[in-house]
């Protein structure tokens, strides 16, 4: 019973700590959702709907589920497949997280900023097919109100759905499915995970971006090589390094584009 008792604190733990830290990005999002939900309303006028401020927080009802679910998956999976979160190990083992994000920090920017660099090149490069020149701007613009629920949302929500529950739980299934019997993972196996979650994290952005432009082939394509070259690296980092590290990269990226646009240097 004592021991039962102590897992299920343990896991309260693991659970309020990393819920807490994305329902933080949920709440962030609340002006893009609304954003979007009333151009949706410009587009039927004539049609009568519920206030917006209703539609508003319906709309945050799936991320709320979506982020329960992942921080329940990776809590699950990712200790088995010796994947970790410093603030995990921190409320639950009372490891040192300052001295880990020290080890890691510089890392992770370094690949934020490159990951930035890159996507910016890519999407000058597919201008010539898609009339919504600058994706990562037209069909989101780069507000200061953007950047920080970007910053919170992306850089934190998104790595535990993407990551820390999507990715961890697509390795454990390939572990299982593929290398029975086999005490850790090959690479293969998190490599398809990574890439697998990845191309899910694009088309994660599609109804946010159907929101705002319309959805030609060439768009959606635009938006799955952008944001799967983003996800490889951000899981590339979880596997390697830790969460957190993901959440830095990401968040990094976030802030470098934003910088490169405000300074127009990316127009």
Request: charged share 10%; net charge positive; aromatic share 10%.
């Amino acid at each position: 019973m004592k021991a039962t008792a102590s897992r299920n604190r343990t896991f309260q733990k693991q659970f309020l700590v990393l819920f807490g830290m994305g329902w933080l990005g949920v709440v962030a999002m609340t002006p893009t959702i609304a954003a979007a939900i009333a151009h949706q309303i410009a587009q039927f006028p004539d049609r009568p709907h519920p206030p917006l401020a209703v539609l508003t927080a319906l709309g945050l009802i799936q991320p709320t589920m979506l982020l329960a679910i992942s921080v329940i998956s990776g809590i699950f999976f990712s200790a088995q497949l010796g994947l970790c979160s410093h603030w995990v190990e921190r409320f639950t083992k009372g490891m040192p997280f300052r001295e880990a994000i020290k080890a890691e920090w510089k890392l992770a920017v370094g690949l934020g900023v490159l990951t930035g660099i890159a996507l910016l090149l890519l999407d000058f490069a597919l201008r010539p097919l898609i009339p919504q020149s600058l994706i990562l701007q037209k069909a989101m613009p780069r507000t200061v109100l953007f950047t920080l629920s970007a910053i919170l949302y992306g850089g934190i929500t998104e790595e535990l759905l993407m990551r820390w529950g999507l990715m961890s739980m697509l390795a454990w299934i390939g572990w299982r499915l593929v290398q029975r019997g086999n005490r850790q993972p090959r690479p293969a196996v998190i490599w398809a995970a990574i890439v697998g979650s990845s191309v899910l994290f694009g088309l994660g952005h599609l109804p946010i971006v159907a929101a705002t432009i319309p959805l030609t082939p060439f768009v959606i394509a635009g938006i799955l090589l952008l944001n799967s070259v983003a996800g490889i690296v951000f899981g590339w980092l979880y596997w390697q390094r830790s969460l957190e590290a993901a959440m830095i990269a990401h968040a990094t990226f976030h802030i470098f584009v934003s910088l490169v646009t405000w300074l127009g240097l990316a127009g």
